[in-house]
């Protein structure tokens, strides 16, 4: 890896362009496994990865981007994975001969993790192991994960080779035109999670072109010196006389190689499309030059699937929400003891809903199974809110266990100063990509002085250093003692964070509240000492979202620090305050952040009367108005909240609301609410099948109670990949929409000869055929199955989709619509039946 890292520094390196084109165009058939042909005809395959070594090409890729189970498995061969994958990088090995690297191509597996799929963080891992080791038994000089859309898939990947192999690995992510990935993730996004987990490079292939990428390397540069790579599509595909063209020429390539170059890429070549020509000209235009010289950049960030929380000057104030603790309460601890965690999601709901970018996770309940419950809280707060989260355990066990679950960048809270603890945390830290947090603690207990803190502080940091972490990823906490004991030593606390930022450059937390423990007023001690915290460097405070106080000083201090550009957050919430009305608020909302909302320390009267004010002059925290049982389930829709429909099904139904009535208004404006914000790039697919899936479980329960001719679907829909295309996780995205729409849906899987998909349409009386292709050489099968279909004299109308399709291809094969997503397939399949909406009945 040395090696290569010096050669990235000198020079641009080529990697070769499209396997699949080359295969296609030597004989491969629609719906014939490349990565088994290609063993098969050595020949073949190896004629093709020497014309790319003439052309140019420094590295070459194997041909095993779908060699892993889940693939193969769909064409039987799941036994074969290690045969198929040592053959393929043999035969690359004897072509490369020291000519080029070569790198074992590691594509997706097809499958969809959970709470929204149906597979696991160990399945894809194992899987991913597999392969890759096999790989680099077999001689592989580095790995390329390639066309990733989902970048818990790329993670789980990631991790599998880093931890497995000792081979470099180039890390690409694939994004949609919109500028994400499937799954909503953006490229910093992307950046935050991947760059943690330390690849050699990282990038972005196959999307919609050069023309597409460029910016998306352009933004990667401005936050990262870790090396950049890209493989773009030669342009979109087009389908001229039966053909598959890719618009863009060799020419046209290079001088995207250029401006590529240009935009900080260190690695370029092809993907869809490209050929040798391509290769030949891409090389030969950046021959001789050496890539653009990039600074030495950090920044220091959180991430979930789609958004980043990044951390310290100029960014605006962070801070992590602490209400998910079981410590002293009771009923949160008995949730989680039962397992349903149900005040864990609503505990997270609320904080983000008060503006926490962060959440603390901590399931410390004596007696359970703490890494189950920790699996189980993880994946439910996921399910409903989409921030970063700090794991908080002293259980290794629980912290992996929450790591390997989390789509994101975690922090792992925490370790001390002690060897065993270090020993035990620091490796889940580097493994997973998490940041770790340090306390300034070891086995003699919390030093009296700041000096003291800062030296534990140093170990902690060294030695994080020495397994491999970042400065990025060190966190300390100088740690707050308690005001009533041991007054004398609270500002050897703001002091000894001061010293942490000044002398190690580490980031910084913490557990503000500590401070005021054991006294009367505690809002303003806690206030206070948070303002001088934030004043002194303090990244990232563990505090209560609704306590109001805090907020405000918060939001103050953005403004005075310079962190709230134009004041704007601050004008936002402050705009039409009346005088006198925020303290007011702060002292109210303080009495709602302890257990059961409002303090013994108040009369029954007073009680009562913070109520009033409660609900009357603090709207983030009321209720919805009228928020009957059918908004709440409405609500849970909208949410993806599993865990939570079943018992408000229940309630409805001991309520004695009607089914129908339950449908009509409790579950239907939850699915169009979200498929509102889905159009508005608000929610992105995880979020949007999250609730398909909860209103599909909800209808589920109420169907054998909904009299027969109100269970009657909106019509049928025939769906299949057609022949010779064996891509179907789109398909059945769209599959899961429409019957939460209430579409019969006959899904007939992938690779469905046009006689097959008629039969049915003609049997199941279908009112709507659908058709999914994402290879150009099978799109014309799409034209076939139309033609029969009006043969046939079959009046059912026929929608298309699929990443090659077009508008315009719909309209040239007679098609009746096209649509580029599962949202928009549902609205089409609603006009092509005249239907409006959820007018009456799912």
């Not at 420094?58 to 060699?67: E, L, M, P, S, V």
């Not at 009771?330 to 505990?347: C, N, R």
């Not at 794991?391 to 912290?399: H, W, Y």
């Not at 918060?554 to 403004?559: E, I």
Request: glycine share 8%.
């Amino acid at each position: 890896m040395e090696n290569l890292e010096i050669m990235l520094k000198e020079k641009i390196l080529i990697l070769d362009g499209a396997m699949g084109t080359m295969l296609q165009a030597s004989g491969l058939k629609p719906g014939e496994c490349p990565e088994l042909f290609g063993v098969s005809n050595p020949q073949v395959l190896g004629e093709i990865h020497y014309e790319y070594i003439e052309a140019g090409a420094d590295i070459i890729q194997t041909n095993t981007f779908g060699a892993n189970k889940f693939k193969l498995a769909e064409y039987g061969l799941q036994d074969k994975v290690k045969e198929i994958n040592a053959e393929a990088v043999r035969i690359a090995k004897e072509k490369a001969r020291g000519k080029a690297l070569v790198a074992a191509s590691i594509g997706p597996t097809g499958r969809i993790l959970k709470p929204i799929g149906d597979v696991s963080f160990d399945d894809l891992y194992e899987a991913f192991k597999e392969q890759v080791t096999t790989c680099e038994a077999a001689g592989a000089d580095l790995l390329s994960i390639e066309t990733m859309t989902d970048v818990g898939e790329m993670r789980a990947a990631l991790i599998a080779a880093r931890y497995n192999t000792r081979l470099p690995v180039i890390a690409h992510m694939t994004f949609e035109k919109d500028g994400r990935t499937m799954m909503g993730t953006d490229p910093l996004t992307a950046l935050v999670i991947l760059e943690a987990l330390q690849p050699l490079a990282i990038g972005a292939n196959c999307s919609g072109g050069a023309l597409q990428l460029l910016p998306m390397i352009e933004e990667l540069n401005r936050y990262t010196s870790v090396f950049l790579s890209v493989e773009p599509n030669a342009g979109l595909p087009t389908l001229v006389d039966g053909q598959t063209i890719f618009p863009d020429t060799p020419e046209e390539m290079a001088e995207y190689a250029l401006l590529l170059r240009d935009a900080g890429a260190n690695i370029i070549g092809g993907c869809c499309g490209t050929t040798p020509q391509h290769i030949k000209a891409m090389a030969q235009v950046v021959k001789g030059l050496a890539p653009i010289k990039r600074e030495k950049k950090k920044f220091f960030a959180f991430a979930s699937r789609t958004r980043h929380v990044l951390i310290g000057a100029p960014y605006p104030l962070a801070f992590i929400g602490e209400r998910i603790n079981p410590t002293a309460r009771k009923k949160l601890a008995a949730d989680i003891k039962e397992g349903h965690m149900k005040m864990v999601v609503e505990e997270a709901k609320k904080q983000v809903m008060s503006g926490a970018p962060m959440l603390d996770v901590n399931m410390g309940v004596p007696g359970i199974d703490e890494k189950e419950a920790m699996k189980k809280a993880v994946l439910a707060i996921q399910a409903v809110v989409d921030v970063p989260v700090s794991i908080d355990s002293t259980n290794p066990e629980a912290i992996e266990e929450g790591l390997k679950n989390f789509v994101g960048r975690a922090l792992i809270n925490s370790t001390t100063g002690e060897e065993k603890h270090l020993a035990n945390i620091l490796p889940l830290a580097k493994k997973y990509g998490a940041a770790v947090l340090g306390l300034c603690l070891d086995e003699n207990g919390i030093p009296s002085t700041a000096e003291g803190r800062l030296e534990i502080g140093r170990k902690i940091y060294q030695k994080a250093k020495s397994c491999g972490l970042r400065d990025e990823d060190i966190y300390l906490d100088s740690l707050v003692k308690t005001a009533s004991a041991e007054q004398a030593e609270v500002m050897e606390t703001i002091k000894g964070l001061s010293l942490i930022k000044k002398e190690l450059g580490a980031g910084t937390v913490l557990g503000v509240s500590n401070v005021s423990h054991g006294l009367p007023g505690r809002e303003i001690l806690n206030s206070t000492f948070l303002a001088m915290a934030w004043a002194a460097g303090l990244d990232l405070p563990i505090m209560n979202p609704f306590d109001e106080r805090m907020m405000d000083v918060t939001r103050a201090a953005g403004v005075l620090l310079n962190r709230d550009a134009n004041c704007a957050k601050f004008i936002e919430v402050y705009k039409d305050i009346k005088k006198n009305e925020a303290g007011d608020k702060g002292r109210i909302r303080h009495q709602v952040c302890l257990e059961c909302n409002i303090p013994e320390i108040l009369s029954q009267g007073e009680k009562k009367e913070a109520s009033v004010k409660i609900a009357e002059n603090i709207p983030e925290l009321k209720e919805p108005e009228n928020n009957s049982i059918l908004q709440l389930i409405s609500q849970a829709v909208l949410e993806g909240n599993m865990s939570m429909i079943d018992g408000l099904l229940d309630e409805a139904l001991n309520d004695k609301i009607e089914p129908m009535t339950i449908v009509n208004e409790g579950l239907i404006p939850g699915i169009e609410k979200a498929g509102e914000l889905y159009d508005k790039k608000e929610y992105f697919l995880p979020q949007l099948m999250m609730a398909a899936d909860t209103m599909k479980h909800a209808f589920s329960r109420l169907k054998p109670l909904l009299k027969e001719d109100a269970s009657e679907t909106k019509g049928t829909v025939v769906l299949a990949t057609v022949e010779g295309d064996i891509h179907d996780i789109g398909k059945n995205i769209v599959a899961l929409m429409l019957e939460n729409y209430g579409f019969k849906v006959v899904d007939l899987g992938k690779d469905v000869k046009a006689e097959t998909i008629v039969e049915a349409a003609a049997s199941e009386k279908a009112d709507i055929v659908g058709l999914s292709a994402l290879m150009t050489t099978t799109m014309p099968r799409m034209q076939e199955v139309i033609e029969l279909l009006r043969e046939k004299g079959l009046s059912c109308k026929v929608m298309v989709g699929g990443a090659v399709l077009t508008q315009e291809y719909a309209d040239s094969i007679g098609a009746d619509g096209y649509s580029d997503d599962a949202r928009s397939a549902v609205l089409l399949a609603q006009r092509l039946l005249n239907i409006g909406g959820f007018s009456t009945i799912v």
